[in-house]
C-alpha cells in the first residue's frame, strides 16, 4: 500500500524554526515527485511546492518562494518542509502529497495525515 | 496565472438525488484537471484525474467531464458518505504551477 505518514502537530513562537517531514512507503520514493499544500483555518488548498528524491529537484510555488524550505532525504524516503523564522500566518495543516503524472497530466495521490502547525506567542 | 473557480460555493441536495458540480479555469488546462473530497479533519482524497477517469476504489456514482475551461463533477445519486467538500485543480506544465479552485461544500438538505 501506498502512503505517506507525516510527524504530528507542533505548537511554535513566532520567530521560531521548525522543520516537519513526511515519509514514504510502499513505493519507489525516488522515482515520484511530492509535494506540500498548505490549508489554513477554514480555507482551501494552496500548493506551497515540489520536490524529485531522486535527484532533489525543487520548484516553488511563487506564493511560497523563499517563505519555506523543501527538501528530501532519500535514504529514509523522507521529504521535508521547514521554515527559518515562523509567523503567526504559517498556522495551518500542511500536507504531503505524492505527484503521479501521466503525460501532461498531473495529480495528488494519496496524500499524508497531515501536519498541524500552530503559531502563538 | 490560471484561476480555477468552482460553483457554486455551498450546494444543499438532498440523499439519493444527484449533484452537479462546476469548474471553470481562467483559460485552457486541456483535460489536465483532478478532482479532491475532503471530509472533516480529513486530508484531501483523489476522486477523478485527467477530467474524467476515476480513482482507484471510487464508487461508479462519482464522474468527471469536460475539458479546455469547464469542468463538471456529477454524483449521480448521493449517499450520506458524500457530504463534503470538494476541490477541482489543475496542472500547467510549466512552469509547474498546480492551481486548486476554492471549493464546493456539498450539505444534506
Known amino acids: 500500500e501506498v502512503q505517506l505518514v507525516q510527524s504530528g502537530a507542533e505548537v511554535k513562537k513566532p520567530g521560531e524554526s521548525l522543520k516537519i517531514s513526511c515519509k514514504g512507503s510502499?513505493?519507489?520514493?525516488?522515482?515520484?515527485?511530492i509535494g506540500w499544500v498548505r490549508q489554513m483555518p477554514g480555507k482551501g488548498l494552496e500548493w506551497m511546492g515540489i520536490?524529485?528524491?531522486?535527484?532533489?529537484?525543487?520548484r516553488y510555488s511563487p506564493s511560497f518562494q523563499g517563505q519555506v524550505t523543501i527538501s528530501a532525504d532519500k535514504s529514509i524516503s523522507t521529504a521535508y518542509l521547514q521554515w527559518s523564522s515562523l509567523k503567526a500566518s504559517d498556522t495551518a495543516m500542511y500536507y504531503c502529497?505524492?505527484?503521479?503524472?501521466?503525460?501532461?497530466?498531473?495529480?495528488?495521490?494519496?496524500w499524508g495525515q497531515g501536519t498541524l502547525v500552530t503559531v502563538s506567542s | 496565472e490560471i484561476v480555477m473557480t468552482q460553483s457554486p460555493a455551498t450546494l444543499s441536495v438532498s440523499p439519493g438525488e444527484r449533484a452537479t458540480l462546476s469548474c471553470r479555469a481562467s483559460?485552457?488546462?486541456?483535460?489536465?484537471l483532478a478532482w479532491y473530497q475532503q471530509k472533516p479533519g480529513q486530508a484531501p482524497r483523489l476522486l477523478i484525474y485527467?477530467?474524467?477517469t476515476r480513482a482507484t476504489g471510487i464508487p461508479a456514482r462519482f464522474s468527471g467531464s469536460g475539458s479546455g475551461t469547464e469542468f463538471t463533477l456529477t454524483i449521480s445519486s448521493l449517499q450520506s458518505e458524500d457530504f463534503a467538500v470538494y476541490y477541482c485543480?489543475?496542472?500547467?506544465?510549466?512552469?509547474?504551477?498546480?492551481?486548486f479552485g476554492q471549493g464546493t461544500k456539498l450539505e444534506i438538505k
Open positions: 510502499g513505493y519507489s520514493f525516488t522515482s515520484y515527485w
Open positions: 485527467g477530467a474524467s
Open positions: 483559460q485552457s488546462v486541456s483535460s489536465n
Open positions: 520536490i524529485y528524491p531522486g535527484d532533489s529537484d525543487t
Open positions: 485543480q489543475q496542472y500547467n506544465n510549466w512552469p509547474p504551477v498546480y492551481t
Open positions: 502529497a505524492r505527484v503521479v503524472i501521466t503525460g501532461t497530466s498531473n495529480w495528488f495521490d494519496p
